[in-house]
């Protein structure tokens, strides 16, 4: 059975960071696409950054206009883990933050996700 499982939400005031993890359990996801997406109180869940595999070298990132510079996607195929490096957070990055992987390989950043986590709560203070 597949699951993912985020964990590294919490509180912090304006202009701190956070760091997201999401632990991947029943199988690998080296060569597919993984992502975080957010939902805000009211609001439609948003892309926030991707990772994909690049047969040549390095994982190719991609992120949201809104979260370009400030956030960082990475992933550690050893410890099937991927990570969120959020910094300098405004409150208007509080939302349930949750990873996704996708089952084909090199799926495109914003195409359809097969597997889910639960979310965890990011909350910002002003």
């Known amino acids: 059975q597949v699951q993912l499982v985020e964990s590294g939400g919490g509180l912090v005031q304006a202009g701190g960071s956070l760091r997201l993890s999401c632990k991947a359990s029943g199988r690998t996801f080296r060569q597919q696409t993984m992502g975080w997406f957010r939902q805000a109180p009211g609001k439609e869940r948003e892309f926030m950054a991707a990772?994909?595999?690049?047969?040549?070298?390095?994982?190719?990132?991609y992120y949201a206009d809104s979260v370009k510079g400030r956030f960082t996607v990475s992933r550690d195929n050893a410890k099937n883990t991927m990570y969120l490096q959020m910094n300098s957070l405004k409150p208007e990055d509080t939302a349930v933050y949750y990873c996704?992987?996708?089952?084909?390989?090199?799926?495109?950043?914003?195409?359809?996700?097969?597997?889910w986590g639960q979310g965890t709560q990011v909350t910002v203070s002003s």
């Open positions: 990772v994909s595999w690049n047969t040549a070298g390095a994982d190719y990132t």
């Open positions: 996704a992987a996708q089952d084909r390989v090199q799926g495109g950043p914003r195409g359809d996700y097969d597997y």
